[in-house]
């Protein structure tokens, strides 16, 4: 395993994820059920997801260096739209979230145990399907041709972000507005894009 690749896995997945909507539904669902449970419940739905994009990244890396660069690039840079875009509405919206996914929780009823597990799994399984970290989980295995690195770094960042929403969440929320994140999530798209595009360009 590269240690920079995880690193980097980890930078751009933390910061990407952290603003996303699946950071609201684990500190809504923490907040009915125990905590514990429902994180690992969620980390287990992370985990599979990140496998699926760590494969498919993997499959997309026997494509020529070129063209693999250059759609590397050009996910970061949607990445970077779409942060930006969302980033203008996220504060206000915060609270429709919340809503959501509290009455996705309340559909459950009373559930303990293994079922909180359950519970956690397929309400975040369906929120991050086809997620934008999934795509730059794939694009970061298709460029760097690590899948073993990059799905240690991506798994431990979206582990992180969702033991921040059980623990912190709420508190969190407070102190640091979505759209902030959003910003900053779209900065390091953008810097991904364009150190891609200068090696693309440069080799």
Do not use: N
């Not at 690039?73 to 504060?91: K, P, S, Y």
């Amino acid at each position: 395993m590269d240690p920079f690749v995880i690193a980097l896995a980890f930078a751009t997945i933390f910061v990407v994820e952290l603003p996303d909507k699946t950071f609201i539904a684990t500190l809504v669902l923490s907040t009915r059920f125990r905590p514990l449970f429902v994180w690992i419940g969620v980390g287990l739905a992370f985990a599979v997801q990140t496998g699926i994009a760590v494969a498919l990244g993997k499959a997309a890396s026997f494509l020529p260096d070129d063209v693999v660069r250059g759609a590397a690039a050009l996910l970061f840079a949607v990445g970077a739209v779409l942060l930006l875009r969302e980033a203008r509405t996220a504060d206000s919206e915060e609270s429709e979230t919340e809503e959501e996914f509290a009455a996705k929780a309340a559909a459950r009823g009373e559930v303990h145990g293994g079922k909180v597990v359950l519970t956690s799994f397929i309400v975040l399984f369906a929120a991050e399907w086809g997620d934008l970290s999934q795509l730059l989980t794939l694009s970061l295995v298709a460029r760097h041709d690590d899948p073993v690195s990059v799905f240690v770094g991506a798994w431990a960042a979206l582990l992180a972000v969702s033991g921040l929403a059980v623990i912190v969440g709420r508190i969190l929320l407070a102190k640091v507005k979505l759209s902030v994140l959003h910003y900053l999530g779209a900065a390091v798209c953008t810097a991904l894009a364009s150190f891609t595009v200068y090696e693309l360009v440069a080799g």
